[in-house]
């Protein structure tokens, strides 16, 4: 056989003598292990997302990025071998005919679906989202949304899934102008054979995926949230399933044993992969690495041959979960997210309907919109026969005679029915609290006229204390704030948010109160935590003649060992605060961050050396995702529910342990105003205490608690 370049001439199969056209490219045999594949991947990505086993599940993604760069290059290889050129507009015809009927039905189902079960501020997220999922960049938006600290404890988008759809689209944008730039250089300058001409595509998929690999190293390493999402450091898994396309046509080999072997070996990688890649450390780079070569070993061991042996991948009940594959992926998130606002997420029940409601929506979806809308002649410039077109409108006509009433009715029987349980489960549906123009709550009035003081006064932290007289006070069925808004409660002055310094250059502070010249001057130090408590203390601030100033940021604690996140600013902070220019330091900060407790306590040290008295909070009690979604639920009861977080769920606080290790720190425990008998509930006298599952308060549950920390403050002073 003659031979370019070191290279032999591929072989390039057609099974059909057509006409090849830009809407109708080389025909190639659909290989049933890649349909296998598809079926493992989608099938992984389910269960992690599901139940959390296999913890590694989530390598799904890589599998069909492998898959994706394998497929698309070389329909773009037999394509220029076979006409000369790559069609750009062909191209993306199919692109947009494979992908977007399906998902643009998944996105306005997912929107319409959370305008009812999600209403308030994860609808609106939700809406954002889908707009970005639509333009196929929302693996940037996720990127900011998790460079953001206060998007990171908040319910998933029921469109998060959509990012791995951006990447692939991202890469098609690039890749077939690069394919073609490369290709067109080596015909018209070079004249190179075919051998040629893809050794120098896999040369360039060579030297830009291990760019990509490198660059991922460096991400993985230094910002694992960009490198989770990034297209241009997750380019290199779908350039490893370019280079078997390339290479692969010269991987000849008869022996089915060893084929058998390479495969087997391949797969059993990939499910090894989805028990053994942690999240945690190495990924994406270099963890994914394992199923990504797992996957290329499949992809290779089938090139000019069959899998006889490869029975799981190649069976027909697995080649069909790989036909509906994209449709299983496109309807699972949102499935099991949305469902939560009707359920428990951790009962035998949501995993039954969960995974039936996956099940039915994916194969309606994949027969009656995705596969019909590929296989027609929707964006297809090619003329059909008649006999063609008459096929088609007779098929048209049953559908719409027979098969589209059948659909009309399901559809309303299940919207009927849906209806029904959302009246039945919220009868009296959630009403956000209303708002007087000064900003005070207005009291719906009672049968008997209005509701008492008590209502008032009663409301929030006061119900959890026995001294409070609260003990049999009917507060109502209303929650303040309204549970859709409650992830957005927070307390502003002025229209802006509470203070959130900036963490590099000159250090500054913000500053609440009266003017601080004949006032009591105080610093607040500490993250997010902190910054929840000053909507207790702030409000008060001026009754009190106290001048705050506030040093809050990310991880800007008080202590000498420095955070990741605060870094440099920390000991400015503490050499601040330390000066002496200050009557009382408060500090709190998260328990859910590991502190060095002795660190902590010799920045207390530095501070009471100076001579100011130092105020310790210790932190609030932990909040379980599920308690936050209890809440938020259809149907939520608020006077009998069981939503909220065990105590012993929550982990130790650091902060709490530091202060005995400076003598003369006052350390204040509100613990008894979250929780009694070790349960922390989620609403307390009828007040959301959480916004999300950070255990970051409500600026309204915070207001209740202000008469307890404002006089834990008062008697650190005056003790």
Same mark, same amino acid.
């Given at each position: ?12 199969? %057609? ?8 809407? /109708? ?75 977007? =009927? ?28 889908? &707009? ?6 929302? +693996? ?21 899934? !959509? ?61 694992? +949230? ?36 390479? *495969?087997?070996?391949? &797969? ?6 989805? &028990? ?9 780079? =270099? ?35 790989? $036909? ?115 900003? *005070? ?19 929030? #932290? ?24 409650? /992830? ?20 500054? *502070? ?38 705050? %100033? ?31 220019? !200050? ?5 709190? *900060? ?13 920045? !207390? ?13 210790? $932190? ?55 929780? /009694? $008998? ?16 950070? #255990?970051?308060?409500?600026?309204? !549950? ?9 006089? $834990? ?7």
């Amino acid at each position: 056989m003659r031979r370019h370049y070191g290279f032999p001439e591929p072989v390039v199969r %057609n099974s059909e003598n057509r006409e090849l056209t830009p809407e /109708a490219p080389p025909r190639h045999p659909v290989r049933r292990d890649v349909q296998g594949l598809r079926a493992l991947a989608v099938v992984a990505v389910i269960l992690n997302h599901l139940t959390g086993w296999p913890v590694g599940g989530f390598i799904g993604v890589d599998v069909f990025f492998v898959l994706s760069g394998y497929l698309i290059t070389g329909l773009l290889l037999r394509e220029h071998e076979r006409s000369g050129t790559i069609s750009f507009s062909g191209f993306y015809k199919r692109r947009i005919k494979r992908i977007m =009927p399906a998902a643009v039905l998944v996105l306005l189902a997912t929107v319409l679906a959370s305008w009812v079960l999600t209403p308030g501020v994860r609808f609106l997220q939700t809406l954002t989202d889908s &707009f970005w999922s639509l333009l196929f960049v929302s +693996n940037w938006n996720l990127a900011l949304q998790g460079a953001d600290y206060f998007q990171q404890d908040l319910i998933p988008s029921p469109v998060q899934h !959509y990012w791995s759809l951006a990447v692939e689209e991202q890469f098609y944008l690039v890749w077939p102008w690069l394919m073609l730039g490369v290709l067109a250089l080596g015909v018209k300058l070079f004249s190179w054979s075919t051998g040629r001409r893809r050794l120098a595509v896999g040369l360039t998929i060579g030297v830009v995926s291990a760019a990509s690999f490198g660059y991922a190293l460096f991400l993985t390493a230094t910002d694992v +949230n960009l490198a989770y999402f990034s297209s241009v450091d997750r380019a290199w898994e779908l350039g490893v399933g370019a280079l078997v396309a390339v290479f692969g046509t010269y991987f000849r080999t008869k022996s089915v044993a060893l084929r058998t072997v390479l *495969s087997w070996l391949g &797969f059993l990688t990939i499910v090894a992969a989805c &028990f053994v890649v942690d999240p945690a450390a190495g990924f994406p780079a =270099p963890l994914a690495a394992l199923p990504v070569l797992a996957t290329a070993m499949v992809l290779l061991a089938g090139e000019h041959g069959t899998q006889p042996y490869l029975w799981p991948l190649t069976n027909p009940a697995t080649r069909y979960v790989g $036909d509906i594959s994209y449709s299983l992926y496109l309807w699972h998130f949102p499935v099991l997210i949305l469902l939560l606002a009707v359920m428990p997420g951790d009962s035998v029940l949501y995993y039954a309907v969960a995974a039936g409601l996956i099940v039915a929506l994916s194969v309606l979806s994949y027969h009656l919109v995705e596969d019909p809308i590929r296989r027609s002649g929707w964006l297809s410039s090619k003329t059909l026969s008649s006999r063609e077109r008459r096929r088609r409108r007779k098929k048209r006509q049953k559908f719409l005679r027979s098969t589209l009433p059948k659909i009309a009715l399901a559809a309303v029987l299940v919207g009927a029915t849906t209806a029904v349980v959302v009246v039945a489960l919220n009868p009296g549906g959630q009403q956000q609290a209303q708002v007087a123009e000064d900003g *005070s709550p207005v009291i719906p009035a009672g049968e008997d006229g209005p509701i008492v003081s008590d209502a008032v006064r009663c409301r929030g #932290a006061a119900i959890m204390d026995p001294q409070s007289g609260c003990s049999g006070v009917d507060l109502g069925d209303q929650l303040d704030p309204a549970p859709a808004y409650a /992830a957005t409660d927070k307390l502003q002055i002025r229209g802006k948010e509470l203070c959130w310094i900036n963490l590099t250059g000159s250090l500054t *502070s913000c500053h609440y109160g009266n003017a601080p010249e004949d006032a009591t001057k105080i610093a607040i130090v500490g993250d997010s935590h902190a910054q929840s408590l000053m909507a207790a203390i702030i409000p008060e601030s001026g009754k009190n003649n106290w001048s705050l %100033n506030a040093y809050t940021g990310d991880g800007c604690i008080l202590s000498t060992r420095a955070t990741s996140t605060c870094g440099d600013m920390q000991p400015k902070i503490l050499e601040k605060v330390a000066s002496g220019d !200050y009557d009382v330091v408060i500090t709190t *900060s998260s328990r859910a961050k590991t502190y060095d407790p002795e660190a902590a306590a010799e920045a !207390y040290r530095q501070v009471l050396a100076s001579g100011t008295r130092l105020i310790v909070f210790a $932190d609030v009690p932990g909040a379980s995702e599920e308690s936050i979604l209890c809440y938020q639920r259809v149907g939520f009861d608020v006077r009998n529910n069981d939503c909220g977080t065990p105590l012993s769920e929550s982990r130790p606080d650091a902060i709490s342990d530091a202060a005995p290790l400076a003598p003369g720190t006052q350390l204040f425990d509100l613990t008894s105003l979250f929780c /009694a $008998d070790d349960f922390c509930p989620a609403v307390v006298g009828n007040v959301p205490v959480y916004r999300d599952s950070g #255990a970051h308060i409500t600026a309204t !549950y915070a207001g209740t608690l202000s008469p307890y920390v404002v006089g $834990d403050i008062v008697t650190a002073l005056t003790g």
